[in-house]
C-alpha cells in the first residue's frame, strides 16, 4: 500500500481536531528544521558597541562557511560583494523606537590570476552610490584569510558621538549578506533561489556604547613605568 493512499485512509479515520494538530506540528517541526539549518549556515557570535568623542564604532564576529559554488566562482574571476548595514534605534516608552542612524559597508573579494592572490576593497556606503572608490584595500596569500578578515569587524564607525547617548542602551539590528545583485546578469538567473548561495544572517540586539580605552595614552604609561624601573636599578 503507498504512503498516498495510507495518508488518505488517515485523513478520513481521524478526527478534524486530531488531524489539525498533527498537522500544525509536523508544519513547526519543519519550520524548525529549516531555521536549525539557516543558523548554522551563519551567525553573529559577538557584537560589541564603543563611543569616543570622534563617533560611534561597531565590532563584530561573524561565522559562516564559504559555499563551493562561491569558491569555484571566485577562482574563475568572478568578484564577491558582501555587505553589512547596522541600525541604531533609540527606545521610546510612548510610541515606536526611533532609528538614529543606518550605516552600510561594502567588501569586495576578488582573485587576482597573475598574482594567484586575493584582493579584499572595503567601501563605505552601498555599491551602488559609491562605486568602487575603496577606503582600505588589502591583498592575502590565500582565501581563508581573506574570508577572516571579511568575519570580523573591528571598530566600524557607525555614527556621530552625538547622535548616541552615552550609557545608555540602544537596540542595534545588525545584517550581513552576499550581496547576489552585484552578480554578472547570467550570474544572477541561475542562482536565483539556490541554497548554496544563501550567505545572510540578522540578530537585534540591545547593547550600551562602551567607552573606547585610549591605548596611546596605556602605552605611554607603561613605557614611564619602565623607565622608573630602569632608573631605580
Same mark, same amino acid.
Given at each position: 500500500m503507498s504512503t498516498t493512499v495510507s495518508f488518505t485512509q488517515f485523513l478520513k479515520n481521524a478526527k478534524p481536531d486530531s488531524v489539525l494538530r498533527r498537522l500544525l506540528a509536523f508544519w513547526v517541526c519543519t519550520v524548525m528544521a529549516?531555521?536549525?539549518?539557516? =543558523?548554522?549556515?551563519?551567525?553573529v557570535s559577538q557584537l560589541k558597541m564603543e563611543r569616543s568623542d570622534e563617533g560611534v564604532y561597531l565590532s563584530a564576529s561573524i561565522q559562516f562557511d564559504l559555499p563551493p559554488a562561491v569558491e569555484d566562482a571566485?577562482?574563475?574571476?568572478?568578484?564577491?560583494?558582501?555587505?553589512a548595514e547596522a541600525d541604531i534605534y533609540r527606545s521610546r516608552w510612548? $510610541?515606536?523606537?526611533? !532609528? *538614529?542612524?543606518?550605516?552600510?559597508?561594502?567588501?569586495?573579494? =576578488?582573485?587576482?590570476?597573475?598574482? !594567484?592572490? $586575493?584582493? +579584499?576593497?572595503?567601501?563605505?556606503g552601498a555599491i551602488s552610490v559609491t562605486g568602487l572608490r575603496a577606503s582600505f584595500s588589502q591583498n592575502?596569500?590565500?582565501?581563508d584569510d581573506a574570508v577572516a578578515s571579511i568575519q570580523r569587524f573591528s571598530r566600524w564607525r557607525i555614527?556621530?558621538?552625538?547622535?548616541?547617548?552615552? @550609557?545608555?542602551?540602544?537596540?542595534?539590528d545588525f545584517r550581513f549578506r552576499l550581496d547576489l545583485s552585484q552578480l554578472p546578469r547570467p550570474?544572477?538567473? @541561475?542562482? =536565483? @533561489?539556490?541554497?548554496? $548561495?544563501? *550567505?545572510?544572517?540578522?540578530?537585534?540586539?540591545? +547593547?550600551?556604547?562602551?567607552? *573606547?580605552?585610549?591605548?596611546?595614552?596605556d602605552a605611554t604609561k607603561d613605557l614611564s613605568r619602565e623607565a622608573g624601573k630602569e632608573a631605580e636599578k
Open positions: 529549516f531555521a536549525g539549518q539557516a =543558523a548554522l549556515a551563519a551567525e571566485l577562482l574563475k574571476g568572478i568578484p564577491m560583494f558582501f555587505v510612548y $510610541w515606536y523606537d526611533k !532609528r *538614529i542612524t543606518t550605516a552600510t559597508r561594502t567588501m569586495r573579494l =576578488a582573485f587576482q590570476p597573475l598574482t !594567484r592572490r $586575493w584582493r +579584499l576593497n572595503v567601501l563605505p592575502y596569500d590565500n582565501l555614527a556621530d558621538a552625538a547622535e548616541v547617548e552615552p @550609557g545608555v542602551r540602544h537596540n542595534v550570474f544572477q538567473i @541561475g542562482v =536565483a @533561489g539556490q541554497k548554496d $548561495w544563501a *550567505i545572510t544572517v540578522e540578530t537585534n540586539r540591545d +547593547l550600551v556604547a562602551e567607552p *573606547i580605552r585610549d591605548l596611546s595614552r
